[in-house]
């Protein structure tokens, strides 16, 4: 329980929000996610401005705008690169990368092969709505292959991106589901996620209310508690997702990766550099 | 006041929330065009996905217009929520007349500022009384009864979207519009009179939509895309056309992988395009480049918005051309096209294919939301042809070279399949055969032959519109063309002749015809809409522009009108 | 959503303080539905948002006053952050930017009934006589306000059975 009063807490939720109003629609699962990030700042209380939000485009990329942390909102799909440089130059800075499933697994797919090798203290979380939002309603690399759009026509008729499965395959050290109907759960882990050392994905099934009103009612009903413990051993973590529907939601895996640490060498003096080159 | 004003009506209808504006302005376009008039539609939005604020702006007129007016006659406003976000938008003035609901409230600063008149129509009242019934319905009744609009025309246009799917909508529709008409406010508006009837059939199609037909009837039949505004309904438009003509479109996972997948249908065989708008042709640059050292034919549309960076993705801009043009590494010379309005999509796409394809070499066809995403009723344009024809080698193939050096640079292709044919194509510099080479002699050779395709080529009458004479001539490129072309038509009241040369061939720039064009003008105006003057500076750098050229160039967001070069004329042209 | 469980309470503090969390966490709810229902032009809908987060938060007063009158002074408000809605909090994926006051008003009254519920679950299991008199007394509170909304609600007409339809497409934005 958090202590509210002046005296014990410096931050309450309301004051990670930013002034500007949020343009997803009423009824959209990004508003829980952002009203969940700020609950989860609070919980740690972290400084607003030691916090920095990358994200990409598309809906669920507008996040940053409305927090009152530092943010970047850069191009399609390169928020992982983005926040990968930041980290890496401020190792003091608490980083989350804020995506969608289009931004994150489509175009951005790449970059998080790799961000999950690397293993940089990042807090990733992907609000995937099964759609392209913004762009109006193409399939994204997690809409099911019989999903009609004007741009597929009778669906894909592709298989569907696992990203819990990529995650842990490309090395992950913390991953998680979440599901917006319960603001509670998603604050939990994104708190479990930030406090992991390593780099965390959090992966928040997120309806969209315009484009995918089959999803609301569906998910609140199919979203359930994985009935298992974390696990930090990826074979047992790998057999999980052999049964899972897409819908378990909790902490999968949490492993023991040392998160990357630059290897810094010792502090000599630019001048002493010079030393290679003297004949 | 220009010839075409007098001819022409514009119009405004706003309203948020579900107030269903942009169908409503479709409605009317359609009704009007049953009627006999020609139009223009387009549209501007809040930020919101849904219910946000939203402006359908349609010209009508008694010939074909594909410029925006000066200045909007009518503005129906069914709420004034947010409306100060057009303000930029919505030119009015003292003899403009604004109609909006009574419930309202208070009309925004910029309508009192405007000296327009405004009246009051209890639209969402009206409304209520008719039980199913739409404000939009009723605003429509209004509207057709201020501009003279047979209601006749109207109902059959709203039966037509809606009627199929719920006559019973389609029953409270008619009341709401002949009860809107009944209560029009009164007032003097100018009156249209539609053209006498040609007999000719219309055309109701958007710049996108063009786009994708042309190139359908150039030959395209594949398309890899990824989603971007403004270019996502070109793939939308060939994802369900493309099938119907043996075809297929591919989504990707982004746009490197569209252009890619587009190279190698090509290599394949398939005349391919691709869709995008300036971040997505930042990142197929280095392709690009791969599909010009190959010699692989594509073509590009890049749907220009404002930039840089992510910028305005739902507003208008001429300043991709700087990168379409250099863009690429190395010397890689390539063609980049330029429609003149939104019809012209259909037969510049058409070109550009068939230039892709004679040249083998990538085509960027600089589109704009302006033309893309507008709408224009307009006579079904007569179909042209061209030769598109890729060089292939025919009958029985020895001692194939794919690059072989010819007179005009053009080298027959061979497809996969042919035998005897076989060759690697590569982006790594190449010997005659195809085979890597750091050699001076196969780079040089090569570097020569893909320039000479280009300079050997005879672009046509195709490369420009040249319309008109004088003394001082206006010269630009893509969308500026129409509102340039009703300007020139406004300066003849003023005495002042202007000839007009408008380019649809950006590039490779052609000087000797530019030369013969602009023969006995003394002055030009280079019009465009960059902030940098990007295309000024192309013309300095590649052409000889008479002593006294200016540059008229601003940036989006908003619209070129007529009346803005209307004044650079009258400064310019009596000099 | 499945039934909040009510905690037991140590004291009257205790219960005071989640008293006093679950009141701000439902006028804060509210304060974000009507902002984004201003963001979307339905301005009616706005308004009902933020008179019951006005209410929401004079009730949160009123708590306070309660407390300082049972001399439960230098109260701390706690709450928890990672824990499941409280039973006030409006459900945010029940908005839509074309709700109706009949809707909106109807999700205030399943916060109230709900909340009326919880404290009467409370009041049922207190062991401490303090707790079980305060939760009585927000349970009838809250009860109250059950009967107020539905008064609120029949001054409006019966929905349209249209009423989320817009003929207008979602916009590209971006």
């Known amino acids: 329980m958090n202590d509210l009063s002046p005296a014990a807490v410096a931050f309450k939720p309301a004051d990670y929000r930013s002034a500007v109003k949020p343009v997803w629609c009423p009824g959209c699962g990004d508003h829980s996610v952002l009203l969940a990030t700020q609950r989860a700042l609070a919980e740690l209380q972290l400084p607003p401005e030691q916090v920095a939000v990358v994200s990409g485009i598309g809906c669920s ?74 762009t109006k309603g193409q399939p994204s690399p997690t809409t099911e292959p019989d999903f009609d759009t004007a741009i597929s026509p009778g669906g894909t008729g592709l298989s569907p991106f696992h990203p819990l499965v990529v995650a842990l395959a490309s090395g992950a050290n913390f991953i998680a589901r979440a599901f917006t109907g319960d603001v509670g759960g998603c604050t939990k882990m994104i708190v479990e996620a930030i406090k992991t050392p390593g780099f965390s994905f959090v992966h928040i099934l997120s309806p969209c209310v315009t484009f995918r009103d089959d999803q609301q009612k569906a998910w609140k009903k199919l979203a359930r508690g994985a009935m298992v413990e974390e696990t930090d051993d990826p074979e047992r973590a790998a057999r999980r997702l052999m049964t899972d529907d897409g819908f378990n939601v909790g902490v999968l895996y949490r492993g023991k990766r040392e998160p990357y640490r630059p290897r810094l060498t010792g502090g000599d003096p630019v001048e002493a550099l010079e030393a290679e080159f003297a004949q | 006041m220009t010839p075409s004003a007098n001819r022409s009506l514009s119009i405004a209808l706003t309203g948020s929330g579900g107030a269903g504006v942009m169908t409503a302005g479709q409605t009317l376009l359609d009704a009007a065009a049953k009627a006999g008039f020609f139009g223009l539609m387009t549209r501007s939005t809040g930020p919101q996905i849904r219910g946000g604020e939203a402006a359908a702006l349609i010209r009508l007129a008694d010939h074909p217009v594909q410029s925006p007016g000066d200045r909007f006659d009518i503005l129906l406003a069914i709420d004034f929520e947010n409306l100060q976000r057009f303000a930029a938008e919505l030119p009015l003035d003292a003899d403009s007349l604004i109609v909006a609901d009574e419930a309202a409230g208070e009309p925004p600063e910029f309508l009192v500022k405007s000296g327009a008149q405004i009246a009051r129509l209890p639209i969402a009242k009206l409304a209520k009384s008719i039980p199913g019934a739409r404000a939009s319905m009723i605003a429509l009744g209004a509207l057709a009864a201020l501009i003279g609009l047979p209601e006749s025309a109207l109902i059959e246009a709203v039966a037509a979207s809606i009627g199929r799917k719920k006559p019973e909508a389609l029953e409270a529709s008619e009341k709401a519009i002949r009860l809107g008409a009944e209560r029009a406010p009164q007032a003097s508006v100018p009156r249209l009179n539609p053209p006498l009837g040609s007999g000719a059939a219309r055309w109701s199609i958007t710049g996108n939509e063009a786009t994708g037909y042309g190139a359908i009837r150039g030959g395209v039949r594949f398309v890899g895309g990824y989603p971007i505004t403004p270019a996502t309904e070109i793939l939308e438009y060939m994802a369900s056309a493309l099938p119907q003509c043996g075809g297929v479109l591919l989504q990707a996972e982004d746009e490197l992988a569209s252009i890619n997948m587009v190279i190698g249908a090509s290599y394949g065989g398939s005349p391919s395009l691709t869709a995008t708008a300036g971040p997505g042709l930042s990142l197929m640059i280095e392709s690009l480049g791969l599909a010009v050292a190959a010699e692989v034919p594509l073509v590009v549309v890049d749907v220009m918005r404002s930039g840089p960076s992510t910028g305005i993705a739902t507003k208008s801009e001429q300043s991709d051309l700087n990168i379409a043009v250099y863009g690429l590494h190395g010397d890689a010379p390539h063609v980049v096209t330029a429609p003149l309005s939104v019809l012209d999509c259909l037969k510049t796409a058409q070109w550009s294919t068939h230039l892709a394809e004679s040249l083998q070499t990538p085509v960027i066809m600089l589109s704009d939301q302006s033309l893309g995403q507008a709408r224009i009723v307009v006579d079904r344009p007569d179909a042209v042809e061209f030769p598109t024809r890729r060089l292939v080698p025919a009958g029985p193939i020895e001692g194939y070279q794919r690059y072989a050096s010819t007179e005009n640079g053009v080298s027959p292709m061979a497809l996969p399949g042919q035998e005897g044919g076989q060759y690697t194509a590569d982006g790594l510099t190449h010997n005659a055969k195809g085979v890597p080479s750091s050699q001076a002699q196969d780079h040089i050779g090569q570097l020569d032959k893909r320039q000479r395709k280009l300079d050997a080529f005879d672009f046509g009458d195709y490369w420009a519109d040249v319309e008109g004479e004088g003394e001082l001539a206006i010269l630009t490129w893509g969308s500026s063309s129409e509102p340039a072309r009703e300007a020139i038509e406004a300066a003849t009241a003023f005495g002042i002749k202007v000839k007009r040369v408008a380019l649809r061939l950006v590039s490779p720039p052609q000087p000797e015809r530019l030369a013969a064009a602009l023969e006995g003008v003394k002055r030009v ?51 | ?79 928890s952050w990672t824990g499941a809605d409280g039973p006030e909090a409006t459900d945010l994926s029940e908005a839509h930017y074309l709700m109706t006051p009949r809707q909106a008003l109807g999700l205030a009254r399943h916060n109230e009934e709900r909340a009326a519920a919880y404290f009467e679950a409370i009041a049922a299991e207190a062991t401490d006589p303090t707790v079980r008199a305060f939760a009585a007394t927000m349970a009838s509170d809250e009860r109250r306000h059950v009967v107020w909304v539905d008064q609120w609600i029949a001054k409006y007409e019966a929905d349209d059975p249209n009423w989320d339809e817009d003929p207008d497409p979602a916009v590209i934005t971006e």
């Open chain 3, 1 to 79: 959503m499945s039934e909040i469980k009510p905690p037991v309470f140590a004291d009257a503090a205790e219960f005071f303080a989640e008293a006093l969390a679950i009141e701000l966490e439902a006028s804060e709810r509210y304060e974000l539905l009507a902002d984004q229902m201003e963001v979307h032009n339905n301005r009616a809908i706005a308004a009902i948002f933020r008179k019951m987060s006005a209410i929401e938060a004079e009730h949160h007063k009123e708590i306070a006053r309660l407390a300082a009158a049972a001399k439960l002074d230098g109260l701390r408000a706690k709450f």
């Open chain 1, 61 to 134: 990329s507008r996040l940053p705008a409305y927090l009152n942390t530092y943010g970047f909102h850069g191009v399609h799909g390169r928020a992982l690169p983005v926040a990968t440089g930041l980290k890496t130059a401020r190792p003091d800075l608490t980083v989350l990368v804020a995506s969608g499933d289009g931004d994150g697994f489509s175009i951005g797919g790449n970059h998080f092969l790799h961000a999950c090798r690397r293993n940089v203290d990042l807090t990733y979380i992907v609000m995937d709505n099964r759609i392209y939002g913004m």
């Open chain 2, 525 to 575: 105006l280079v019009l465009e809409q960059s902030h940098s003057g990007q295309f000024w500076r192309y013309l300095r750098a590649f052409y000889d522009l008479p002593a006294g050229a200016q540059s008229i160039a601003r940036p989006g967001p908003l619209p070129i009108r007529p009346a803005e070069i209307l004044e650079q004329i009258r400064k310019w042209g009596t000099a």
